[in-house]
Nanobody
């Protein structure tokens, strides 16, 4: 059974930092890309970061580029999202997703709430 479990969300003031973690199990983790998505109330899901299977290459949209860094540890079946210089508009539920294709993915975590106050 595939399982993705996010942790590390919380409440932070603007300008602060958070580090999200995602523990994966139940599939060949190291063979697939992984992504972080987020969704705020009333807004569409958006891609936050995507990393290839080796961890050598990552993509970030302009909204988070330079502030967020995604990494993975295939030996531990873990992915991370380091979020710095957080802004109120980063407030959302953040989801870890395995084998992403566009805005969909084969497997999803349950999400972790990130709230950034102004």
């Amino acid at each position: 059974q595939v399982r993705l479990e996010e942790s590390g969300g919380g409440f932070v003031q603007a300008g602060g930092s958070l580090r999200l973690s995602c523990a994966a199990s139940g599939y060949a983790f190291g063979d697939y890309p992984v992504a972080w998505f987020r969704q705020a109330p009333g807004k569409e899901r958006e891609l936050v970061a995507r990393i290839n299977w080796t961890g050598e290459w990552a993509y970030y949209p302009d909204a988070v580029k330079g502030r967020f860094t995604m990494s993975r540890d295939n030996a531990k079946n873990m992915v991370y999202l380091q979020m710095n210089s957080l802004k109120p508009e980063d407030t959302a539920v953040y989801y870890c997703a395995a084998n992403p294709q566009g805005l969909t993915a084969d497997y999803w975590g349950q999400g972790t709430q990130v709230t950034v106050s102004s």
